[in-house]
């Protein structure tokens, strides 16, 4: 139990378009996701934390009009990348916590591989 | 704060033997620890987990060391194998912030030869 899908698992566009990424929890529902980006050898950073029925805070740094969070149900949250540029190319990463309770663990998805050219 | 790595400092132990990876914590309020697995091209995987209420947990093969006194943690896997090659990144957070808000530490790549 407790899988997060993430689709899609890469993608490539062209700069200046819009890219989203899906985050799903499969077997739980989760009040709360967490959106990562994680740049090649560094570590995760937090980019914004996605709460179901309302807004996303986003970290400092993270522009909100660049980076759309939408966490429309229990089961999905969505990172749209809007007029993406090549320095905008990362691995981007969700988790999402349980809300029944089940510890304080966040699951994790496989993540989603953004290349702008 | 959040950790920003330029680079993975890495780890290389042969087949068998223990290895310890260490990891310096920023918050001195943080009283929740996890060590996370992380392969090539994809998601975090949970390993082990730590309360600041203990100072040593153990799992299966692995073991966390906790010292608040100087907001260290380390990572012990016994008879380490190549499938524990990745990077492994620790992470801290506060229980009662509500949304747990993970901050990940820069990440040790370990290499395991046969």
């Known amino acids: 139990g407790a899988v997060v899908s993430q689709h899609p698992s890469w993608v490539i566009c062209k700069s200046g378009t819009s890219v989203k990424i899906e985050c799903r929890s499969l077997?739980?529902?989760?009040?709360?996701m967490f959106w990562y980006r994680q740049f090649p050898k560094q570590s995760l950073m937090l980019m914004a934390t996605?709460?179901?029925?309302?807004?996303?805070?986003?970290e400092q740094g993270v522009e909100k009009d660049k980076f759309l969070i939408n966490h429309a149900s229990l089961t999905l949250s969505t990172l749209t990348v809007t007029s993406a540029h090549p320095e905008d190319s990362s691995f981007y990463i969700c988790?999402?916590?349980?809300?029944?309770?089940?510890?304080?663990?966040?699951?994790f998805g496989p993540g989603t591989r953004l290349t702008v050219l | 704060g959040e950790s920003v790595g330029l680079h993975l400092p890495t780890l290389s132990v042969q087949e068998g033997d223990n290895s310890i990876i260490n990891c310096a914590y920023s918050?001195?309020?943080?009283?929740?620890f996890i060590w996370y697995k992380q392969e090539s091209g994809k998601g975090p995987q949970f390993i082990i987990d730590?309360?600041?209420?203990?100072d040593k947990r153990q799992g299966q093969r692995v073991t966390v060391l906790l010292n608040k006194t100087v907001k260290h943690l380390s990572l012990q896997i016994a008879a380490t194998q190549p499938g524990d090659s990745a990077v492994y990144f620790c992470?801290?957070?506060?229980?009662?912030?509500?949304?747990?808000?993970?901050?990940f530490g820069t990440g040790t790549r370990l290499l395991v030869s046969p």
């Open positions: 988790s999402a916590r349980d809300t029944s309770g089940r510890g304080e663990e966040q699951f």
């Open positions: 077997d739980f529902q989760a009040t709360t």
């Open positions: 996605s709460n179901e029925g309302s807004k996303a805070t986003y």
């Open positions: 918050n001195s309020a943080s009283d929740y």
């Open positions: 730590i309360r600041s209420n203990m």
């Open positions: 992470a801290e957070t506060l229980l009662n912030t509500g949304f747990q808000k993970l901050v």
